[in-house]
């Protein structure tokens, strides 16, 4: 339910929308993208954005299959993948064959990219059965633990980086507490740190990233420095 202060501000955006209508800056396929967009809501906007912009993930993938986010998983989608610790440890290979399903989100991808990698994600899914899906989540998760890293100085403290994603799973599955992720998005350089459900990145790092979006999970905006790890994984 959205708030007065939260109405407010949508019908100021919308009539800002109404004006660039007029004026032809965006198409109108654009417009209406956008027009969609703020309908949505819950897991129908976590799909949509998924179809849009990073293709599937082990969140969009159980909510397609099944209709909905199982608990755990929803909450690895808000807090990373260090929510499979301790008596978590068994409900792991759930998420790990839904994630030897996923997209790689440090690779570039267009939207049919993403689209087309949904259609084989969820026929394969279909098809498999038990045994096979538990042999995935193995083979996943040695996958994701072979992950090549190097430790760098991320905002003030020693940090794994990795190329992939998946590297957040890889440095929290073998014990670390934190961790940085360095690609390109959407045409666009970006180092991304995270920690593990019980820690926060104020209790990690000396110096906080420009854009945080949980307690647990931020947006390095500082360039020199997203350039920087960028090329300690070039080397």
Same mark, same amino acid.
């Given at each position: 339910?959205?708030t007065p202060h939260q109405t407010a501000e949508l ?55 099944? !209709?909905?986010?199982?608990?755990? /998983? %929803?909450?690895?989608? $808000?807090?990373? =993948?260090?929510?499979?610790? #301790?008596?978590?440890? &068994? ?83 073998? !014990?670390?507490?934190?961790?940085? /992720? %360095?690609?390109?998005? $959407?045409?666009? =350089?970006?180092?991304?740190? #995270?920690?593990?459900? &019980? ?37």
């Amino acid at each position: 339910m959205k708030t007065p202060h939260q109405t407010a501000e949508l019908n100021d955006f919308m009539k800002h929308l109404t004006r660039v209508r007029t004026c032809q800056a965006l198409s109108v396929d654009q417009i209406r993208l956008i027009e969609i967009a703020i309908g949505l809501s819950g897991d129908e906007a976590m799909l949509a954005t998924r179809a849009l912009g990073g293709g599937p993930d082990p969140a969009s993938l159980e909510y397609l299959s099944t !209709g909905k986010v199982s608990t755990l /998983v %929803a909450r690895a989608h $808000q807090l990373g =993948p260090g929510v499979f610790e #301790g008596k978590n440890l &068994d409900q792991r290979n759930h998420y790990l064959g839904l994630c030897a399903l996923s997209a790689d989100e440090s690779q570039e991808r267009t939207v049919r990219d993403n689209l087309l990698s949904f259609a084989e994600a969820l026929d394969t899914l279909w098809s498999e059965d038990v045994e096979e899906f538990e042999m995935g989540a193995q083979v996943e998760l040695q996958k994701i633990t072979a992950l090549p890293f190097r430790v760098v100085d991320v905002l003030g403290t020693p940090t794994r980086l990795y190329r992939s994603d998946r590297g957040f799973a890889a440095a929290y599955w073998s !014990g670390e507490r934190h961790a940085a /992720v %360095a690609g390109v998005f $959407q045409g666009k =350089p970006y180092l991304a740190v #995270g920690t593990v459900a &019980d820690t926060t990145l104020a209790q990690v790092f000396s110096i906080q990233p420009g854009k945080r979006i949980s307690p647990q999970f931020g947006i390095v905006e500082e360039p020199d420095l997203v350039a920087a790890c960028l090329a300690q994984l070039e080397d």
